[in-house]
């Protein structure tokens, strides 16, 4: 939600086009305006420009005349909160003198006093922002003769809510980075500056950055930077190395972000599991080693139950893992929606074992649920996809990465079907720590041979694209949809369905099958399709069942299967390799991902940055 970045150079004067394309990368974070405020090495004052609607806006404008030269630039990509998506609104804002800009990811919650009380003090605004205080306040305090460094720790002390701000200096020509709840990201190579919402915008300059902590401030001033706390002391933030490479981030000739990421599953799965699974073990079979969980036997034999906490397709992931931590560990799940969580009186136990599963690792709703959990001591675990996330930091017994790397698209896909395998992992680590025997036994061997293929049944699946593009021509028209799926399946019908609202904007449920009979299907009729998800080896006789009441209905269907369901009337049968249980939700994924996607690309709608999303929602 918003995304900002900032640049300092050493002698440089393309700063700039360094911001505009870092804005690029961040597009994924907002899309409904965007800004950029630079020295202007001529009079050596802040220049601005502000424009609604897309970056392509900003670019055109700020490019309009010719290249800009400037040392200095910080930017933003908004997706507004407070005030709407107008030229005004955008970021960055600028204090009275206009040698103060900023720009803000989060939100101020008191702004209401503050800026009541900066009007009484002679302070005009003029944005209907959160935002646009913090520019008055750092210069109210430089009025009382305090350095921009000292301004901008005090102001940092003085906001409620939560904030990544870069703020620059004219006077001092100075930037400065301070974070407190959304993510901050710099880097100093060559004496240049760089700072980011995330890494990707930062990865083609350098793989060495830091990811600044909670109540830090980074000060950069003539080719050094500082780092200090809001209490001011000065700190020593040694950088972290991200394996993500460039290319990771370009769309390299698909047609958009969502459409390569589909497409990398494959290879995501295997960095997912491969250097943490391996054959052999104490009872033979398969071995899971985990690197980064510190949850301990103790942990894992007092616990009474796994508490997940996620929003969106996180939550279903989540769901997914609750079945599979059940059925192996034997282990009671709940999984929780962070939004709600922290209003609904939830009875934290000491004993828990938390799991807070998002792919920005930066969702406020999720993070403040684990915030209260660990307030309550519980133990706390992560599976994230950002390194340096602000979960990372909420996870007192370590973190699973999904090693999906850089997710551009809006609309999550290869950090979904690698959640699923974190959930995977996590419970086999879970089950080996406790020693749990399943009902009916586990076949780690067999297990272990289908993870090892499971990339290649992935791959196969995607050559099917042409024929399901087909099927997608044959429904786009549709108004409705129903996404149907039994026990772990239904967690991926409720994914599917969220895909296809999300990119296409047409309205689509998910539901256990059973639960048809109930109530919904009242909505079958010719208009209606229906999209089953059944296997062959989960309770398929009584999909077929439910089946059968949509035919009698009308309704037209389309079934993604591991065999060939005995049924007359399937309308489109997608058909695809079998694997484990366990392991399924991963699969049955992908069809239902690139239904969504041709379906989307058929209605022309914004792909990779859909209508009122955004990437990672850091306000609650
Ligand atoms: C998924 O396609 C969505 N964009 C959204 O539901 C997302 O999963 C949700 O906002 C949670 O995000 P997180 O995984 O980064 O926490």
Redesign the pocket.
Known sequence: MCGIMGFSGHEAQNSVEIVLGGLKSLEYRGYDSSGIAYFDLKGGKIKSVKKSGKLVNLSNEVNGNGKVKSDTAIGHIRWATHGKPTDINAHPHLDCSGKIAIVHNGIIENHVSLKNALAKKGHRFVTETDSEVIAHLIEDFIREKKTFYEAVRLTSLRLEGAFAILALSADEKSVAAVKFGPPLVIALKNGNFYAASDVSPLIEHTQDVIYLKNSEIAYFQGGKLSVGTFSGRKVSRAPVRIDWDSSRAAKSGFSHFMQKEIFEQPSCLLDTFSSRVSAGGRKGGLKVSLEGIKLTGDDISGASRIVFV??????YASLASKYVLEKICGLPSVVEY?SEFRYENFPVLKSDIFVG???????A??NSALELARSEKAKVVSI??VPGSQ?TALSNRGVIYTHAGPEIG????K??TT?LLCGVLLSLYIREKSGFIPEGGLNLEELFKDLVDLPKKAEEILFMDDAIKEIAKKYYKSANFLYLGRGILYPIALEGA??LK?ISYIHAEGYPAGEMKHGPIALIDENMPVLFLLSKNMLSSKTISNMEEIKARGGKIIAVADYEPEIEGISDLIRIPETEGILSPVLYTIPLQLFAYHIAALKGTDIDQPRN?A???TVE
């Open positions: 996620a929003c969106g397709s996180s939550y962070g599963v998002s792919q920005s690792g930066e969702t709703d999720t994230t996809n979960i809006v609309a999550s896909t950090a979904f959640q969220l895909k999300e999303l990437k990672s929602v």
